[in-house]
Each structure stands twice: as C-alpha cells, then as structure tokens.
C-alpha cells in the first residue's frame, strides 16, 4: 500500500506529491498511465483496456512491454515497489484513503452534502474546490476515455463551486463570493444557477443596479443565441431585487467586509533608492511577484515597506505582510501554512472554513484574493518555496518578496521581475547621515561623513548603526566617530538585529559547508575583484566545482557578480570572512591557501608575458601547488586582456607576498608583470612593484631576483626621468648578473644602459653599449635579443647621422624578428626605419614604415611606443605638406600621452597649437 505520504493529483496536471514535495512525472503515457490507475484507485485495470486508454488506435506492436517499463518508471516515482500491483487481469494502484485528490474531493463533497451546518458544509467544500489546480488532467490530452473523464470532474467542480455559493450565500458571505462568480459565469455564460448566485451577491452587497444588469445581460444573451428567456426562477428574482423584497435580503448575522492593513511603520529616515523606487513603480500595474534581494544589512525591508506604504492607495482591496523569517537568528522560517492562515484571518475568513491541509489552504487563499486588488509583502524569505504558496496569483495583485536569496527559481517559473539592491551611492549614503544627524553636524565635518560612508561600505545597517552613535552623543565629532571604525566591533548597538556581525552570521548559516570555507577563503584574495579560475586554485578545488560554490555565495548576496565572470564582496563582509577566517581556519591551511593564490597568479602572468614576448628571455619558476590550475592564454590578444583585467590584482598580490614570506613569488610576479606595466605605461606602479620585489629578493639572499629588479627599477626610472637613479640600478644590475653568470641578465642591461644613454644625449656611448650587448646576445644564441639589439644600434647610428648604416642594421633587425616572429621587436625597427627614410627625404617610405609600426603596436597594446610612431608619423606628413594628416597624428598622440600622464603631451600640443596658427596665417 502507498504511504499516507504520498498523493496522486488529477486536479490539474497529472502528477505525484511525496511528503509534501511535487515529483514529475515525465512522459504523456506514463501520465495516462498513472490517471487511468488513479481514477480506478483500489481495482485492478486491465492490461488490454490500459493499452486501449494510452494508445487508442496507434497501438504499437510493443505496446505490452513498453507498459510494463512505464509502470516501473512509476513505482519509481511514487517511491514504493508496493505502490502499483500486478494483478490479474492487469494492474492495480494500491491506495489508501484520500490518497488521490480525487478521492479527497469526492469525499470531501458527500461530507457537504450530508452536514445540516451551513459553517461546516462551507468549510468542506471550500477545501474541496481548493483542490483542483486548473483544468482536470491537463496534459494527457489525447485520449478519448479521459477526455471524458476530464468533462467528469469540470462537471464535479462546477457542482462543488455551486453548491459552496449557496452555502457561504446562507452564512452572510456576499461581498466575498461577487468576485469569484463573476469569474464563473464568464466561463457558463448560459447558467442560470450562477446568474441567480451572482445577482443575489451583488443585490446582497447592496449593488441593486449591477444585480439587475447581470439579469439583463444573461437574458439578452440566451435570446440572441438561444431563442430562449430565463427560466421562471430567474424571473422571479429579478422582480424581488426589484421590490427589494425582504425575503432575499442579507441572514442578519452577515460579517461586514475587512480591509487588510498588516504593513509595519516605514522608517522615518528612508533615504534614496530613486533607481529601484522607480522600477517598483513601473511594476504597479503589472500584477505578479517582484524579489527585492541584496545582501544582509542592504536595506530590503526598509525599501519594500517604504514603497508599499507610498503605493497603498493603489491597492484598495488591503495589504498584507508577514515576515518570514528566512534569516534570522531566533526563530525558525515561518512556515507557508502558519503566513496563509494570518493572511486569510485578515481577508475576513472565519476560522471554522480554514481548512487543514497546506495545499487546500493556499487555494482557498487564491480564491478569496480573486477579483481583489491587494499589495503582498513576504518579507525576509528563506528559497522560493517557501514563497510559492503564499503568492496570490490574480493579475490585479503585486506581491514583493524580500530575501538575502536572489530566488532565482520564482524569476524563472513564476515571471517574477528581479530588483537587485546594492549598497548606497557614495550621495546616497550621505543623505543618509544628513536625515539622521542633521544638515549642520553633517556639513561641519564633511571630509569625516565622507570617511564614515567609506568604513561603513555605504552599507544601509552599518550607518545606522555609526549614526545612532554618533546621535547619542553629540558632543563627539564625526572624526572622532570615524576614528572608532577599525574592525567589526564598531559596528555594534546592542542587539543582534543591530550588530554587523551577527546579521552577516544569519546569512552564512545557510551556506553548506564548502560554500561556507570558500567565503572564509575568499577574504585571502588581496584584490578588489576575483575570476573562478583564480577562485578554484585558492580553494585548491576543481575549477567545475567553482561555479555551484560562486552561485551558492552569489545567490545568498555574499558575493556578487559585478561583471560576467568577475566577482567581489564589499569591505564590511571582507572583514567578516577574513574574521571567520582567522577563527576557524588553521595557520598551515591559511598559508598554503596563500600559496595556491600566489602561485595561480605568477604562473599564469608568466604565461601571459611568454604569449606576449615568446622569444626574448624568461625566468625559471618552482612547480606550483597540487590544486592549482594556472590559466594558459596563448595568443598575444589573450594575454594582453589577461593583463588588462587582472592588473589591479597582481599589483595587490606582490605586496602579499612580501608580507606574507613568499618573497621568491614577489621578485618573480613582479618581473612576469613589468612588461605589460611598460607598455601600458603605468611606471609609478611599475616602480612601487619592483621596490618592493628588490626588498623581498634582497631579505632571501637571492642576487638573481635583486638583478632583475634592479635591472627593471633602472627601467622604471629611466621612463620617469630620474637617470641618476636609473644609471645606478642597471649598473648594479649588471654586477649582480655578471656575479652569477647570467649573460642573458647582462645582455639585457647592457641594452637598457644604451637606451638610458640615448635618453640623456650621449649617442657614442649609446652605441658601445648597445654593441657589447649584441655581442652577449650572439654568446647565448638569442636569435631575438640579436633582432631587438641590432635595431638599437641602427637607431642609434641615425641619432648620429649615419644613416645608411643605419638601413643596414635595421633592415637586418627586422628579418631576425620577422624569423622568430616577434611583433613587438618589428614594430620597433619599422619605427627606426621610418626615421632614416625621413632623414634621408624619402617621406613616403618614412610614412609607410610607421604606419607598419602603428599596426604592429596596436597588436601588442603598447601605447607609449604607439604614441611616439603617431609624432613620427606627423612629422614626415608634415614634410610632405598634408597639414591635415599631420593634425590627426599628433591629435592621436596626444590622446594617449594624456591618458598616460606623460610629460610628452606638453610638447605635442605646443605643436599642434603652432600648426593652427600656421593655417590660420
């Protein structure tokens, strides 16, 4: 026998509920299957008339067999072997009582039919018409037999609906039952029965006049397409109506009509929130659900309740409200039957209709709201089923549903319209402070609101919090209150509803435990936002594991996906994870954690540099940690955007690992990132970077690590014209290589220190160090340190006017580059020999090469050498007499040199100021 748990459902779409929670049943057969079983509860159905019912007429030769699998399936899914017995001739569904809900209606029906009490008649067949989910076996349609059987029980609900019409008619329930036979006479448009119900309602609710134009309506109706006139009954109520006869006037103990009005007080200090009061506003009319979600602390309720109160003359027929608690550290979620039975106390239901069962509550629910205009606010949900039952389902109705949960399951099944709350705008949270303090505590000091804003995260809860203290106690200053906010512990008010910690701790509960362990994780990562990649490694987990842990944290808002695939949390839940960190995780797990981090950043920077620069030099790395999965772009785009998005991260990971004794990762992600930091031209954080790598490199001992950021920091310097400082770096740069026999290290420097000297003027001695590095370059077999070596002394031939030596070596350079196939290399050389066509008068060559150099070092995104090739390029326009091109040039150059911050812009717009003035002349 089926356990009392289980429940076959024919009411609607055909399918099983086991201990409460639906199970599908997949497959239009398998469903007739199961109907024709269940409709025949209790007796054995053979197999030839389970053949004929599923298949009809397109029997197939295997029909026997494939029955035999379709009644398996539903053991299956009914979850007892017992449930469907094989028994000659056939098959029987072994249920107990009730155990279809056709069998609960029919029941419930006959115990209507027999009570003598109008209350209990009401409350048995508003159970049974709750029952019913729609049209009676929706989606087996197809079949002759339960076509049929479908008409059998529309026939039965009609009846059941009749007959609780007549009976709430007899208890006083007019104004409730207008709205509700409205909607049934719409669908029996020639039933005279519930014409009578419907007039008597509306004559009941004293609406004579609409009593009698339904009347009229339905006797024009049946005229037109009938031939008929209403029936004696109906006539003769018309004349009562029309004599206000006291025969059919309202029982005395009728109940007047309530109006719900359950929304608590709105908070007098709401502030902002312009952007979602509007999108609320533009779902007024809408009808449905609406999920106001953010994380813990971000002002939900406030909104909801705010916004309802604003909207309430919107919705006339009340507004309803429960707090269920989905969060909260005292009590356990309400559960959907306890928030029906409050809502429907509200609507004016006696107890004594309340039915027991959960599901014939919630129709009765969306019966009684039927026809209403209401506002449902469910605020504080726990998931999305908690909420389902308790929405009201008539298009005239707006239910908004608060949750720290995004409940992505009511966006995609019931059309709910997501409003995602973030924290306040830096105006917002200070308006924020001005409605609690006051205009002139608030203006007297405003550098310190500004830095209570910050430290609280412009999060709704922490400033209410800092504000209320700083209210009490007037005499402090606003510096002095944001002086107090250095960890969590400021953020306290005396309870655990006003306490920061413990309203993030609420929302951490519900986390399973690898979700939980990686927010503690998460609070390792030093930079403002994290990809999966990089969050897998941290976690020392498979990257396919990653994305269910990011959407667990991402759907309780405790982490956020800013941008697709990039996600953060803001300071105040950063400092609760590293808290809960700190607390929970041991120091050997927190240190390899860092490891994994650090680890996953230098090699995948590595790779990235390789994919940029694959043939010029590289480091040797140390393997890195089992669980990490470094990320592998391979072309020069993959890199360079690689680059683009993780350098705020980088710039905070070499710091970490300074601090954090892994001063080998910090000299090495250090040298991984200085090439793209070069040619981006970001060389304030290029020098801060290798500062702190030659520190980390020097505590170690390492003289490999100090060479390079020695040789690098000359680099930087030599970009920020500090020569001195740059001339001293290379050259100690070039004694630590030379001391560990590096003479790729040297050959390098000794090109650096030819560029440094170029810089300064001094062209010869550019030129001697530039051939001493070729000939270390030619020592190691490094085909492209040759190529980028031999553009340097063309170049710096030409910077000495020989420039036909100068075509030679460049020409040279370029076919080595072009070998290996480095962009970055060629692009250089064309520059060069762009400027030896233009010193030697040839312009159109000149344009021709820089215009080669342009595209190339668009490709490797280096906008200062691009920079340098527009002016370049102007020039030689200008040569040519193009005015027009020559602007444009250097407009273009000027454009980047800005965006860089270089000194250089200064010159070029001198320059194209002069150009104007020339044609304005």
Known sequence: ??????????????????????????????????????????????????????????????????????????????????????????????????????????????????????????????????????????????????????????????????????????????????????????????????????????????????????????????????GLDPGPRLRDL????????????????????????????????????????????????????VVVSGTAGVGKTALAVHWAHRAAERFPDGQLYVNLRGFDPAATPTEPARALHGFLEALGVPVARMPRDPDAMASLYRTTVAGKRLLVVLDNARDAEQVRPLLPGSPDCLAIVTSRDQLIPLVVTESAQPVPLDLLSPGEARDMLVRRLGERQVAAEPAAADTIADRCARLPIALAIVAARAATNRHFSLAA??????????????????????????????????????????????????????????????????????TELTRANLFTEHTYGRYAFHDLLRAYAASLADETEPPAEHRAAVHRLLDHCLHTAHAADLALHPHFSTISLPPPRAGVTPERPRSRSAAAAWFTTEVPVLLAAVPLAARSGFEGHAWRLAWAMAGFLHRQGHWQDWLGTQQIALAAASRIGDQAGQGHAHRSLGLACSRLRRYDEADDHLRRALDLFTDVGDDAGRAHTCLNLGQLAERQGQHQQALRHSRRAL?????????????????????????????????????????????????????????????????????????????????????????????????????????????????????????????LGDADADSIRADLEQLDATRLH
């Open 1 to 226: 026998m089926v356990g009392t748990g289980v429940r076959v459902r024919l009411l609607g779409p055909v399918e099983v509920v086991v201990a409460g929670s639906p199970q599908a049943v997949n497959g239009v057969r398998r469903k007739a299957v199961l109907a024709t079983l269940a409709l025949h509860a209790g007796r054995v159905v053979s197999i030839d008339r389970l053949i004929d019912v599923v298949w009809g007429d397109q029997l197939p030769a295997t029909a026997a067999n494939t029955l035999q699998r379709h009644v398996s399936y539903l053991r299956g899914v009914l979850g007892e072997p017992g449930s469907i017995v094989a028994r000659q001739p056939g098959y029987l569904l072994d249920t107990g009582p009730d155990s279809t809900d056709v069998q609960a209606a029919e029941r419930l029906i006959e115990l209507a039919r027999r009570s003598t009490d109008s209350n209990e008649q009401v409350r048995h067949l508003t159970a049974a018409v709750a029952l019913w989910r729609g049209p009676p076996l929706a989606d087996v349609a197809g079949s002759a037999w339960l076509e049929e059987q479908a008409e059998h029980l529309a026939r039965l609900r009609l009846e059941a609906e009749r007959s609780l019409a007549e009976a709430r008619l007899s208890v006083g329930e007019h104004a409730g039952l207008v709205p509700g036979l409205e909607r049934l006479v719409r669908q029996h448009p020639f039933d005279e029965h519930l014409h009578a119900q419907l007039m008597l309602a509306l004559y009941r609710d004293g609406r004579q006049g609409e009593a009698v134009a339904t009347y009229r309506r339905l006797r024009d109706n049946l005229r037109e397409n009938l």
């Open 238 to 289: 018309e004349c009562a109506i029309l004599r206000q006869d006291t025969a059919i006037a309202a029982p005395a103990a009728a109940a007047p009509t309530r109006v719900a009005a359950q929304l608590p007080p709105p908070v007098p200090t709401f502030t902002g929130r312009a952007a979602e009061l509007a999108a609320l506003d533009a779902l007024v009319d809408r009808g449905g659900a």
């Open 481 to 550: 209150v944001a002086g107090e906010l250095g960890d969590l512990d400021a953020f306290r008010a005396g309870d655990e509803a006003t306490d920061v910690r413990a309203v993030f701790s609420w929302s951490c509960r519900t986390l399973s435990p690898p979700a939980a362990r990686l927010f503690r994780l998460l609070s390792l990562h030093p930079g403002p936002d994290v990809s999966a990649p990089v969050v897998a490694s941290l976690a020392g987990v498979d990257g396919q594991a990653t994305g269910p842990l990011l």
């Open 775 to 899: 000939a270390l370059f030619r020592g190691t077999g490094n085909r492209a340190g040759q190529g980028y070596t031999l553009n340097a002394v063309g170049w710096q031939e030409a910077l000495l006017g020989n420039y036909h030596h100068a075509l030679e070596s460049c020409g040279e350079a370029l076919r080595m580059l072009q070998e290996v196939d480095d962009v970055q290399g060629q692009a250089d050389t064309w520059d060069s020999l762009g400027h030896a066509h233009h010193q030697l008068g040839d312009y159109r060559r000149a344009v021709a090469c820089y215009e080669h150099a342009l595209e190339l070092f668009t490709q490797v995104n280096d906008r200062y050498a691009e920079a340098g090739t527009y002016v370049n390029l102007g020039g030689s326009h200008r040569a040519l007499g193009d005015l027009g091109a020559t602007r444009a040039a250097w407009r273009r150059a000027l454009t980047i040199l800005d965006e």
